[in-house]
């Protein structure tokens, strides 16, 4: 059974479809469609990006806005230095940013929300207290801070006080990491740093 190559390219690439939706489109096997992507030099999707396609069927979840004005670039260039100097690299498969100032938390999720259109939703954040802080007035904080529900808050973590010192000063409201699992994002985000490192 033949099917035209620009068929099959919409159909694999524009729409996404796996070999097997094609192939039951058509009524016929798996390794039928196979045989016409390699005849069509089609190159095929690799495993983790076929299952980023099947949890993401609509499309990616986040979209690059250039920035448009001077405000949009500063945000822009704001972000990729935050994450470079404060972001966590060596998580493969989502972007996380951990800081004590709720002013950096909220401008960095400005960046990804305005720059990148990840939906508020999508946020995840963890808190990390000490023993000697009440950890319920700092969750409360960050809660009412960021404008978020409680149910995208990960379980608090408690460490033990560090004993005698200025560290209440600095991390009353204790640690917040913010984190958004997107391994596609990550490396899209990582990339441009990269290229900054070049210049």
């Known amino acids: 059974m033949k099917i035209s190559r620009e068929k099959l390219l919409d159909f694999y690439n524009n729409k996404k479809y796996s070999a097997k939706t094609i192939a039951a489109i058509y009524k016929c096997s798996e390794s039928n469609i196979n045989y016409w992507l390699h005849k069509y030099r089609i190159k095929k999707r690799s495993v983790s990006e076929a299952i980023y396609v099947k949890k993401n069927p609509?499309?990616?979840?986040?979209?690059?806005?250039?920035?448009?004005n001077l405000k949009e670039a500063t945000l822009f260039g704001l972000g990729l230095g935050l994450y470079w100097g404060e972001g966590n690299k060596k998580n493969k498969y989502g972007i996380r940013v951990g800081n004590v100032?709720?002013?950096?938390?909220?401008?960095f999720m400005e960046f990804l929300e305005k720059?990148?259109?990840v939906k508020r939703k999508k946020f995840r954040f963890g808190l990390q207290v000490f023993s000697d802080?009440?950890?319920h007035k700092a969750l409360t904080f960050w809660h009412r801070y960021l404008k978020v529900p409680r149910g995208q808050f990960q379980?608090?973590?408690?460490?033990?006080e560090r004993g005698i010192g200025t560290y209440k000063n600095k991390t009353k409201h204790g640690v917040l990491?913010?984190?958004?699992?997107?391994?596609?994002?990550r490396d899209i985000i990582v990339n441009k740093i990269e290229n900054l490192r070049k210049l």
């Open 58 to 68: 609509t499309g990616d979840p986040f979209l690059f806005k250039k920035p448009k």
């Open 101 to 107: 100032d709720p002013h950096l938390i909220l401008k």
């Open 115 to 117: 720059i990148y259109g």
């Open 133 to 135: 802080m009440n950890s």
């Open 155 to 160: 379980k608090v973590i408690i460490t033990k």
């Open 177 to 185: 990491t913010v984190q958004v699992y997107n391994k596609k994002l």
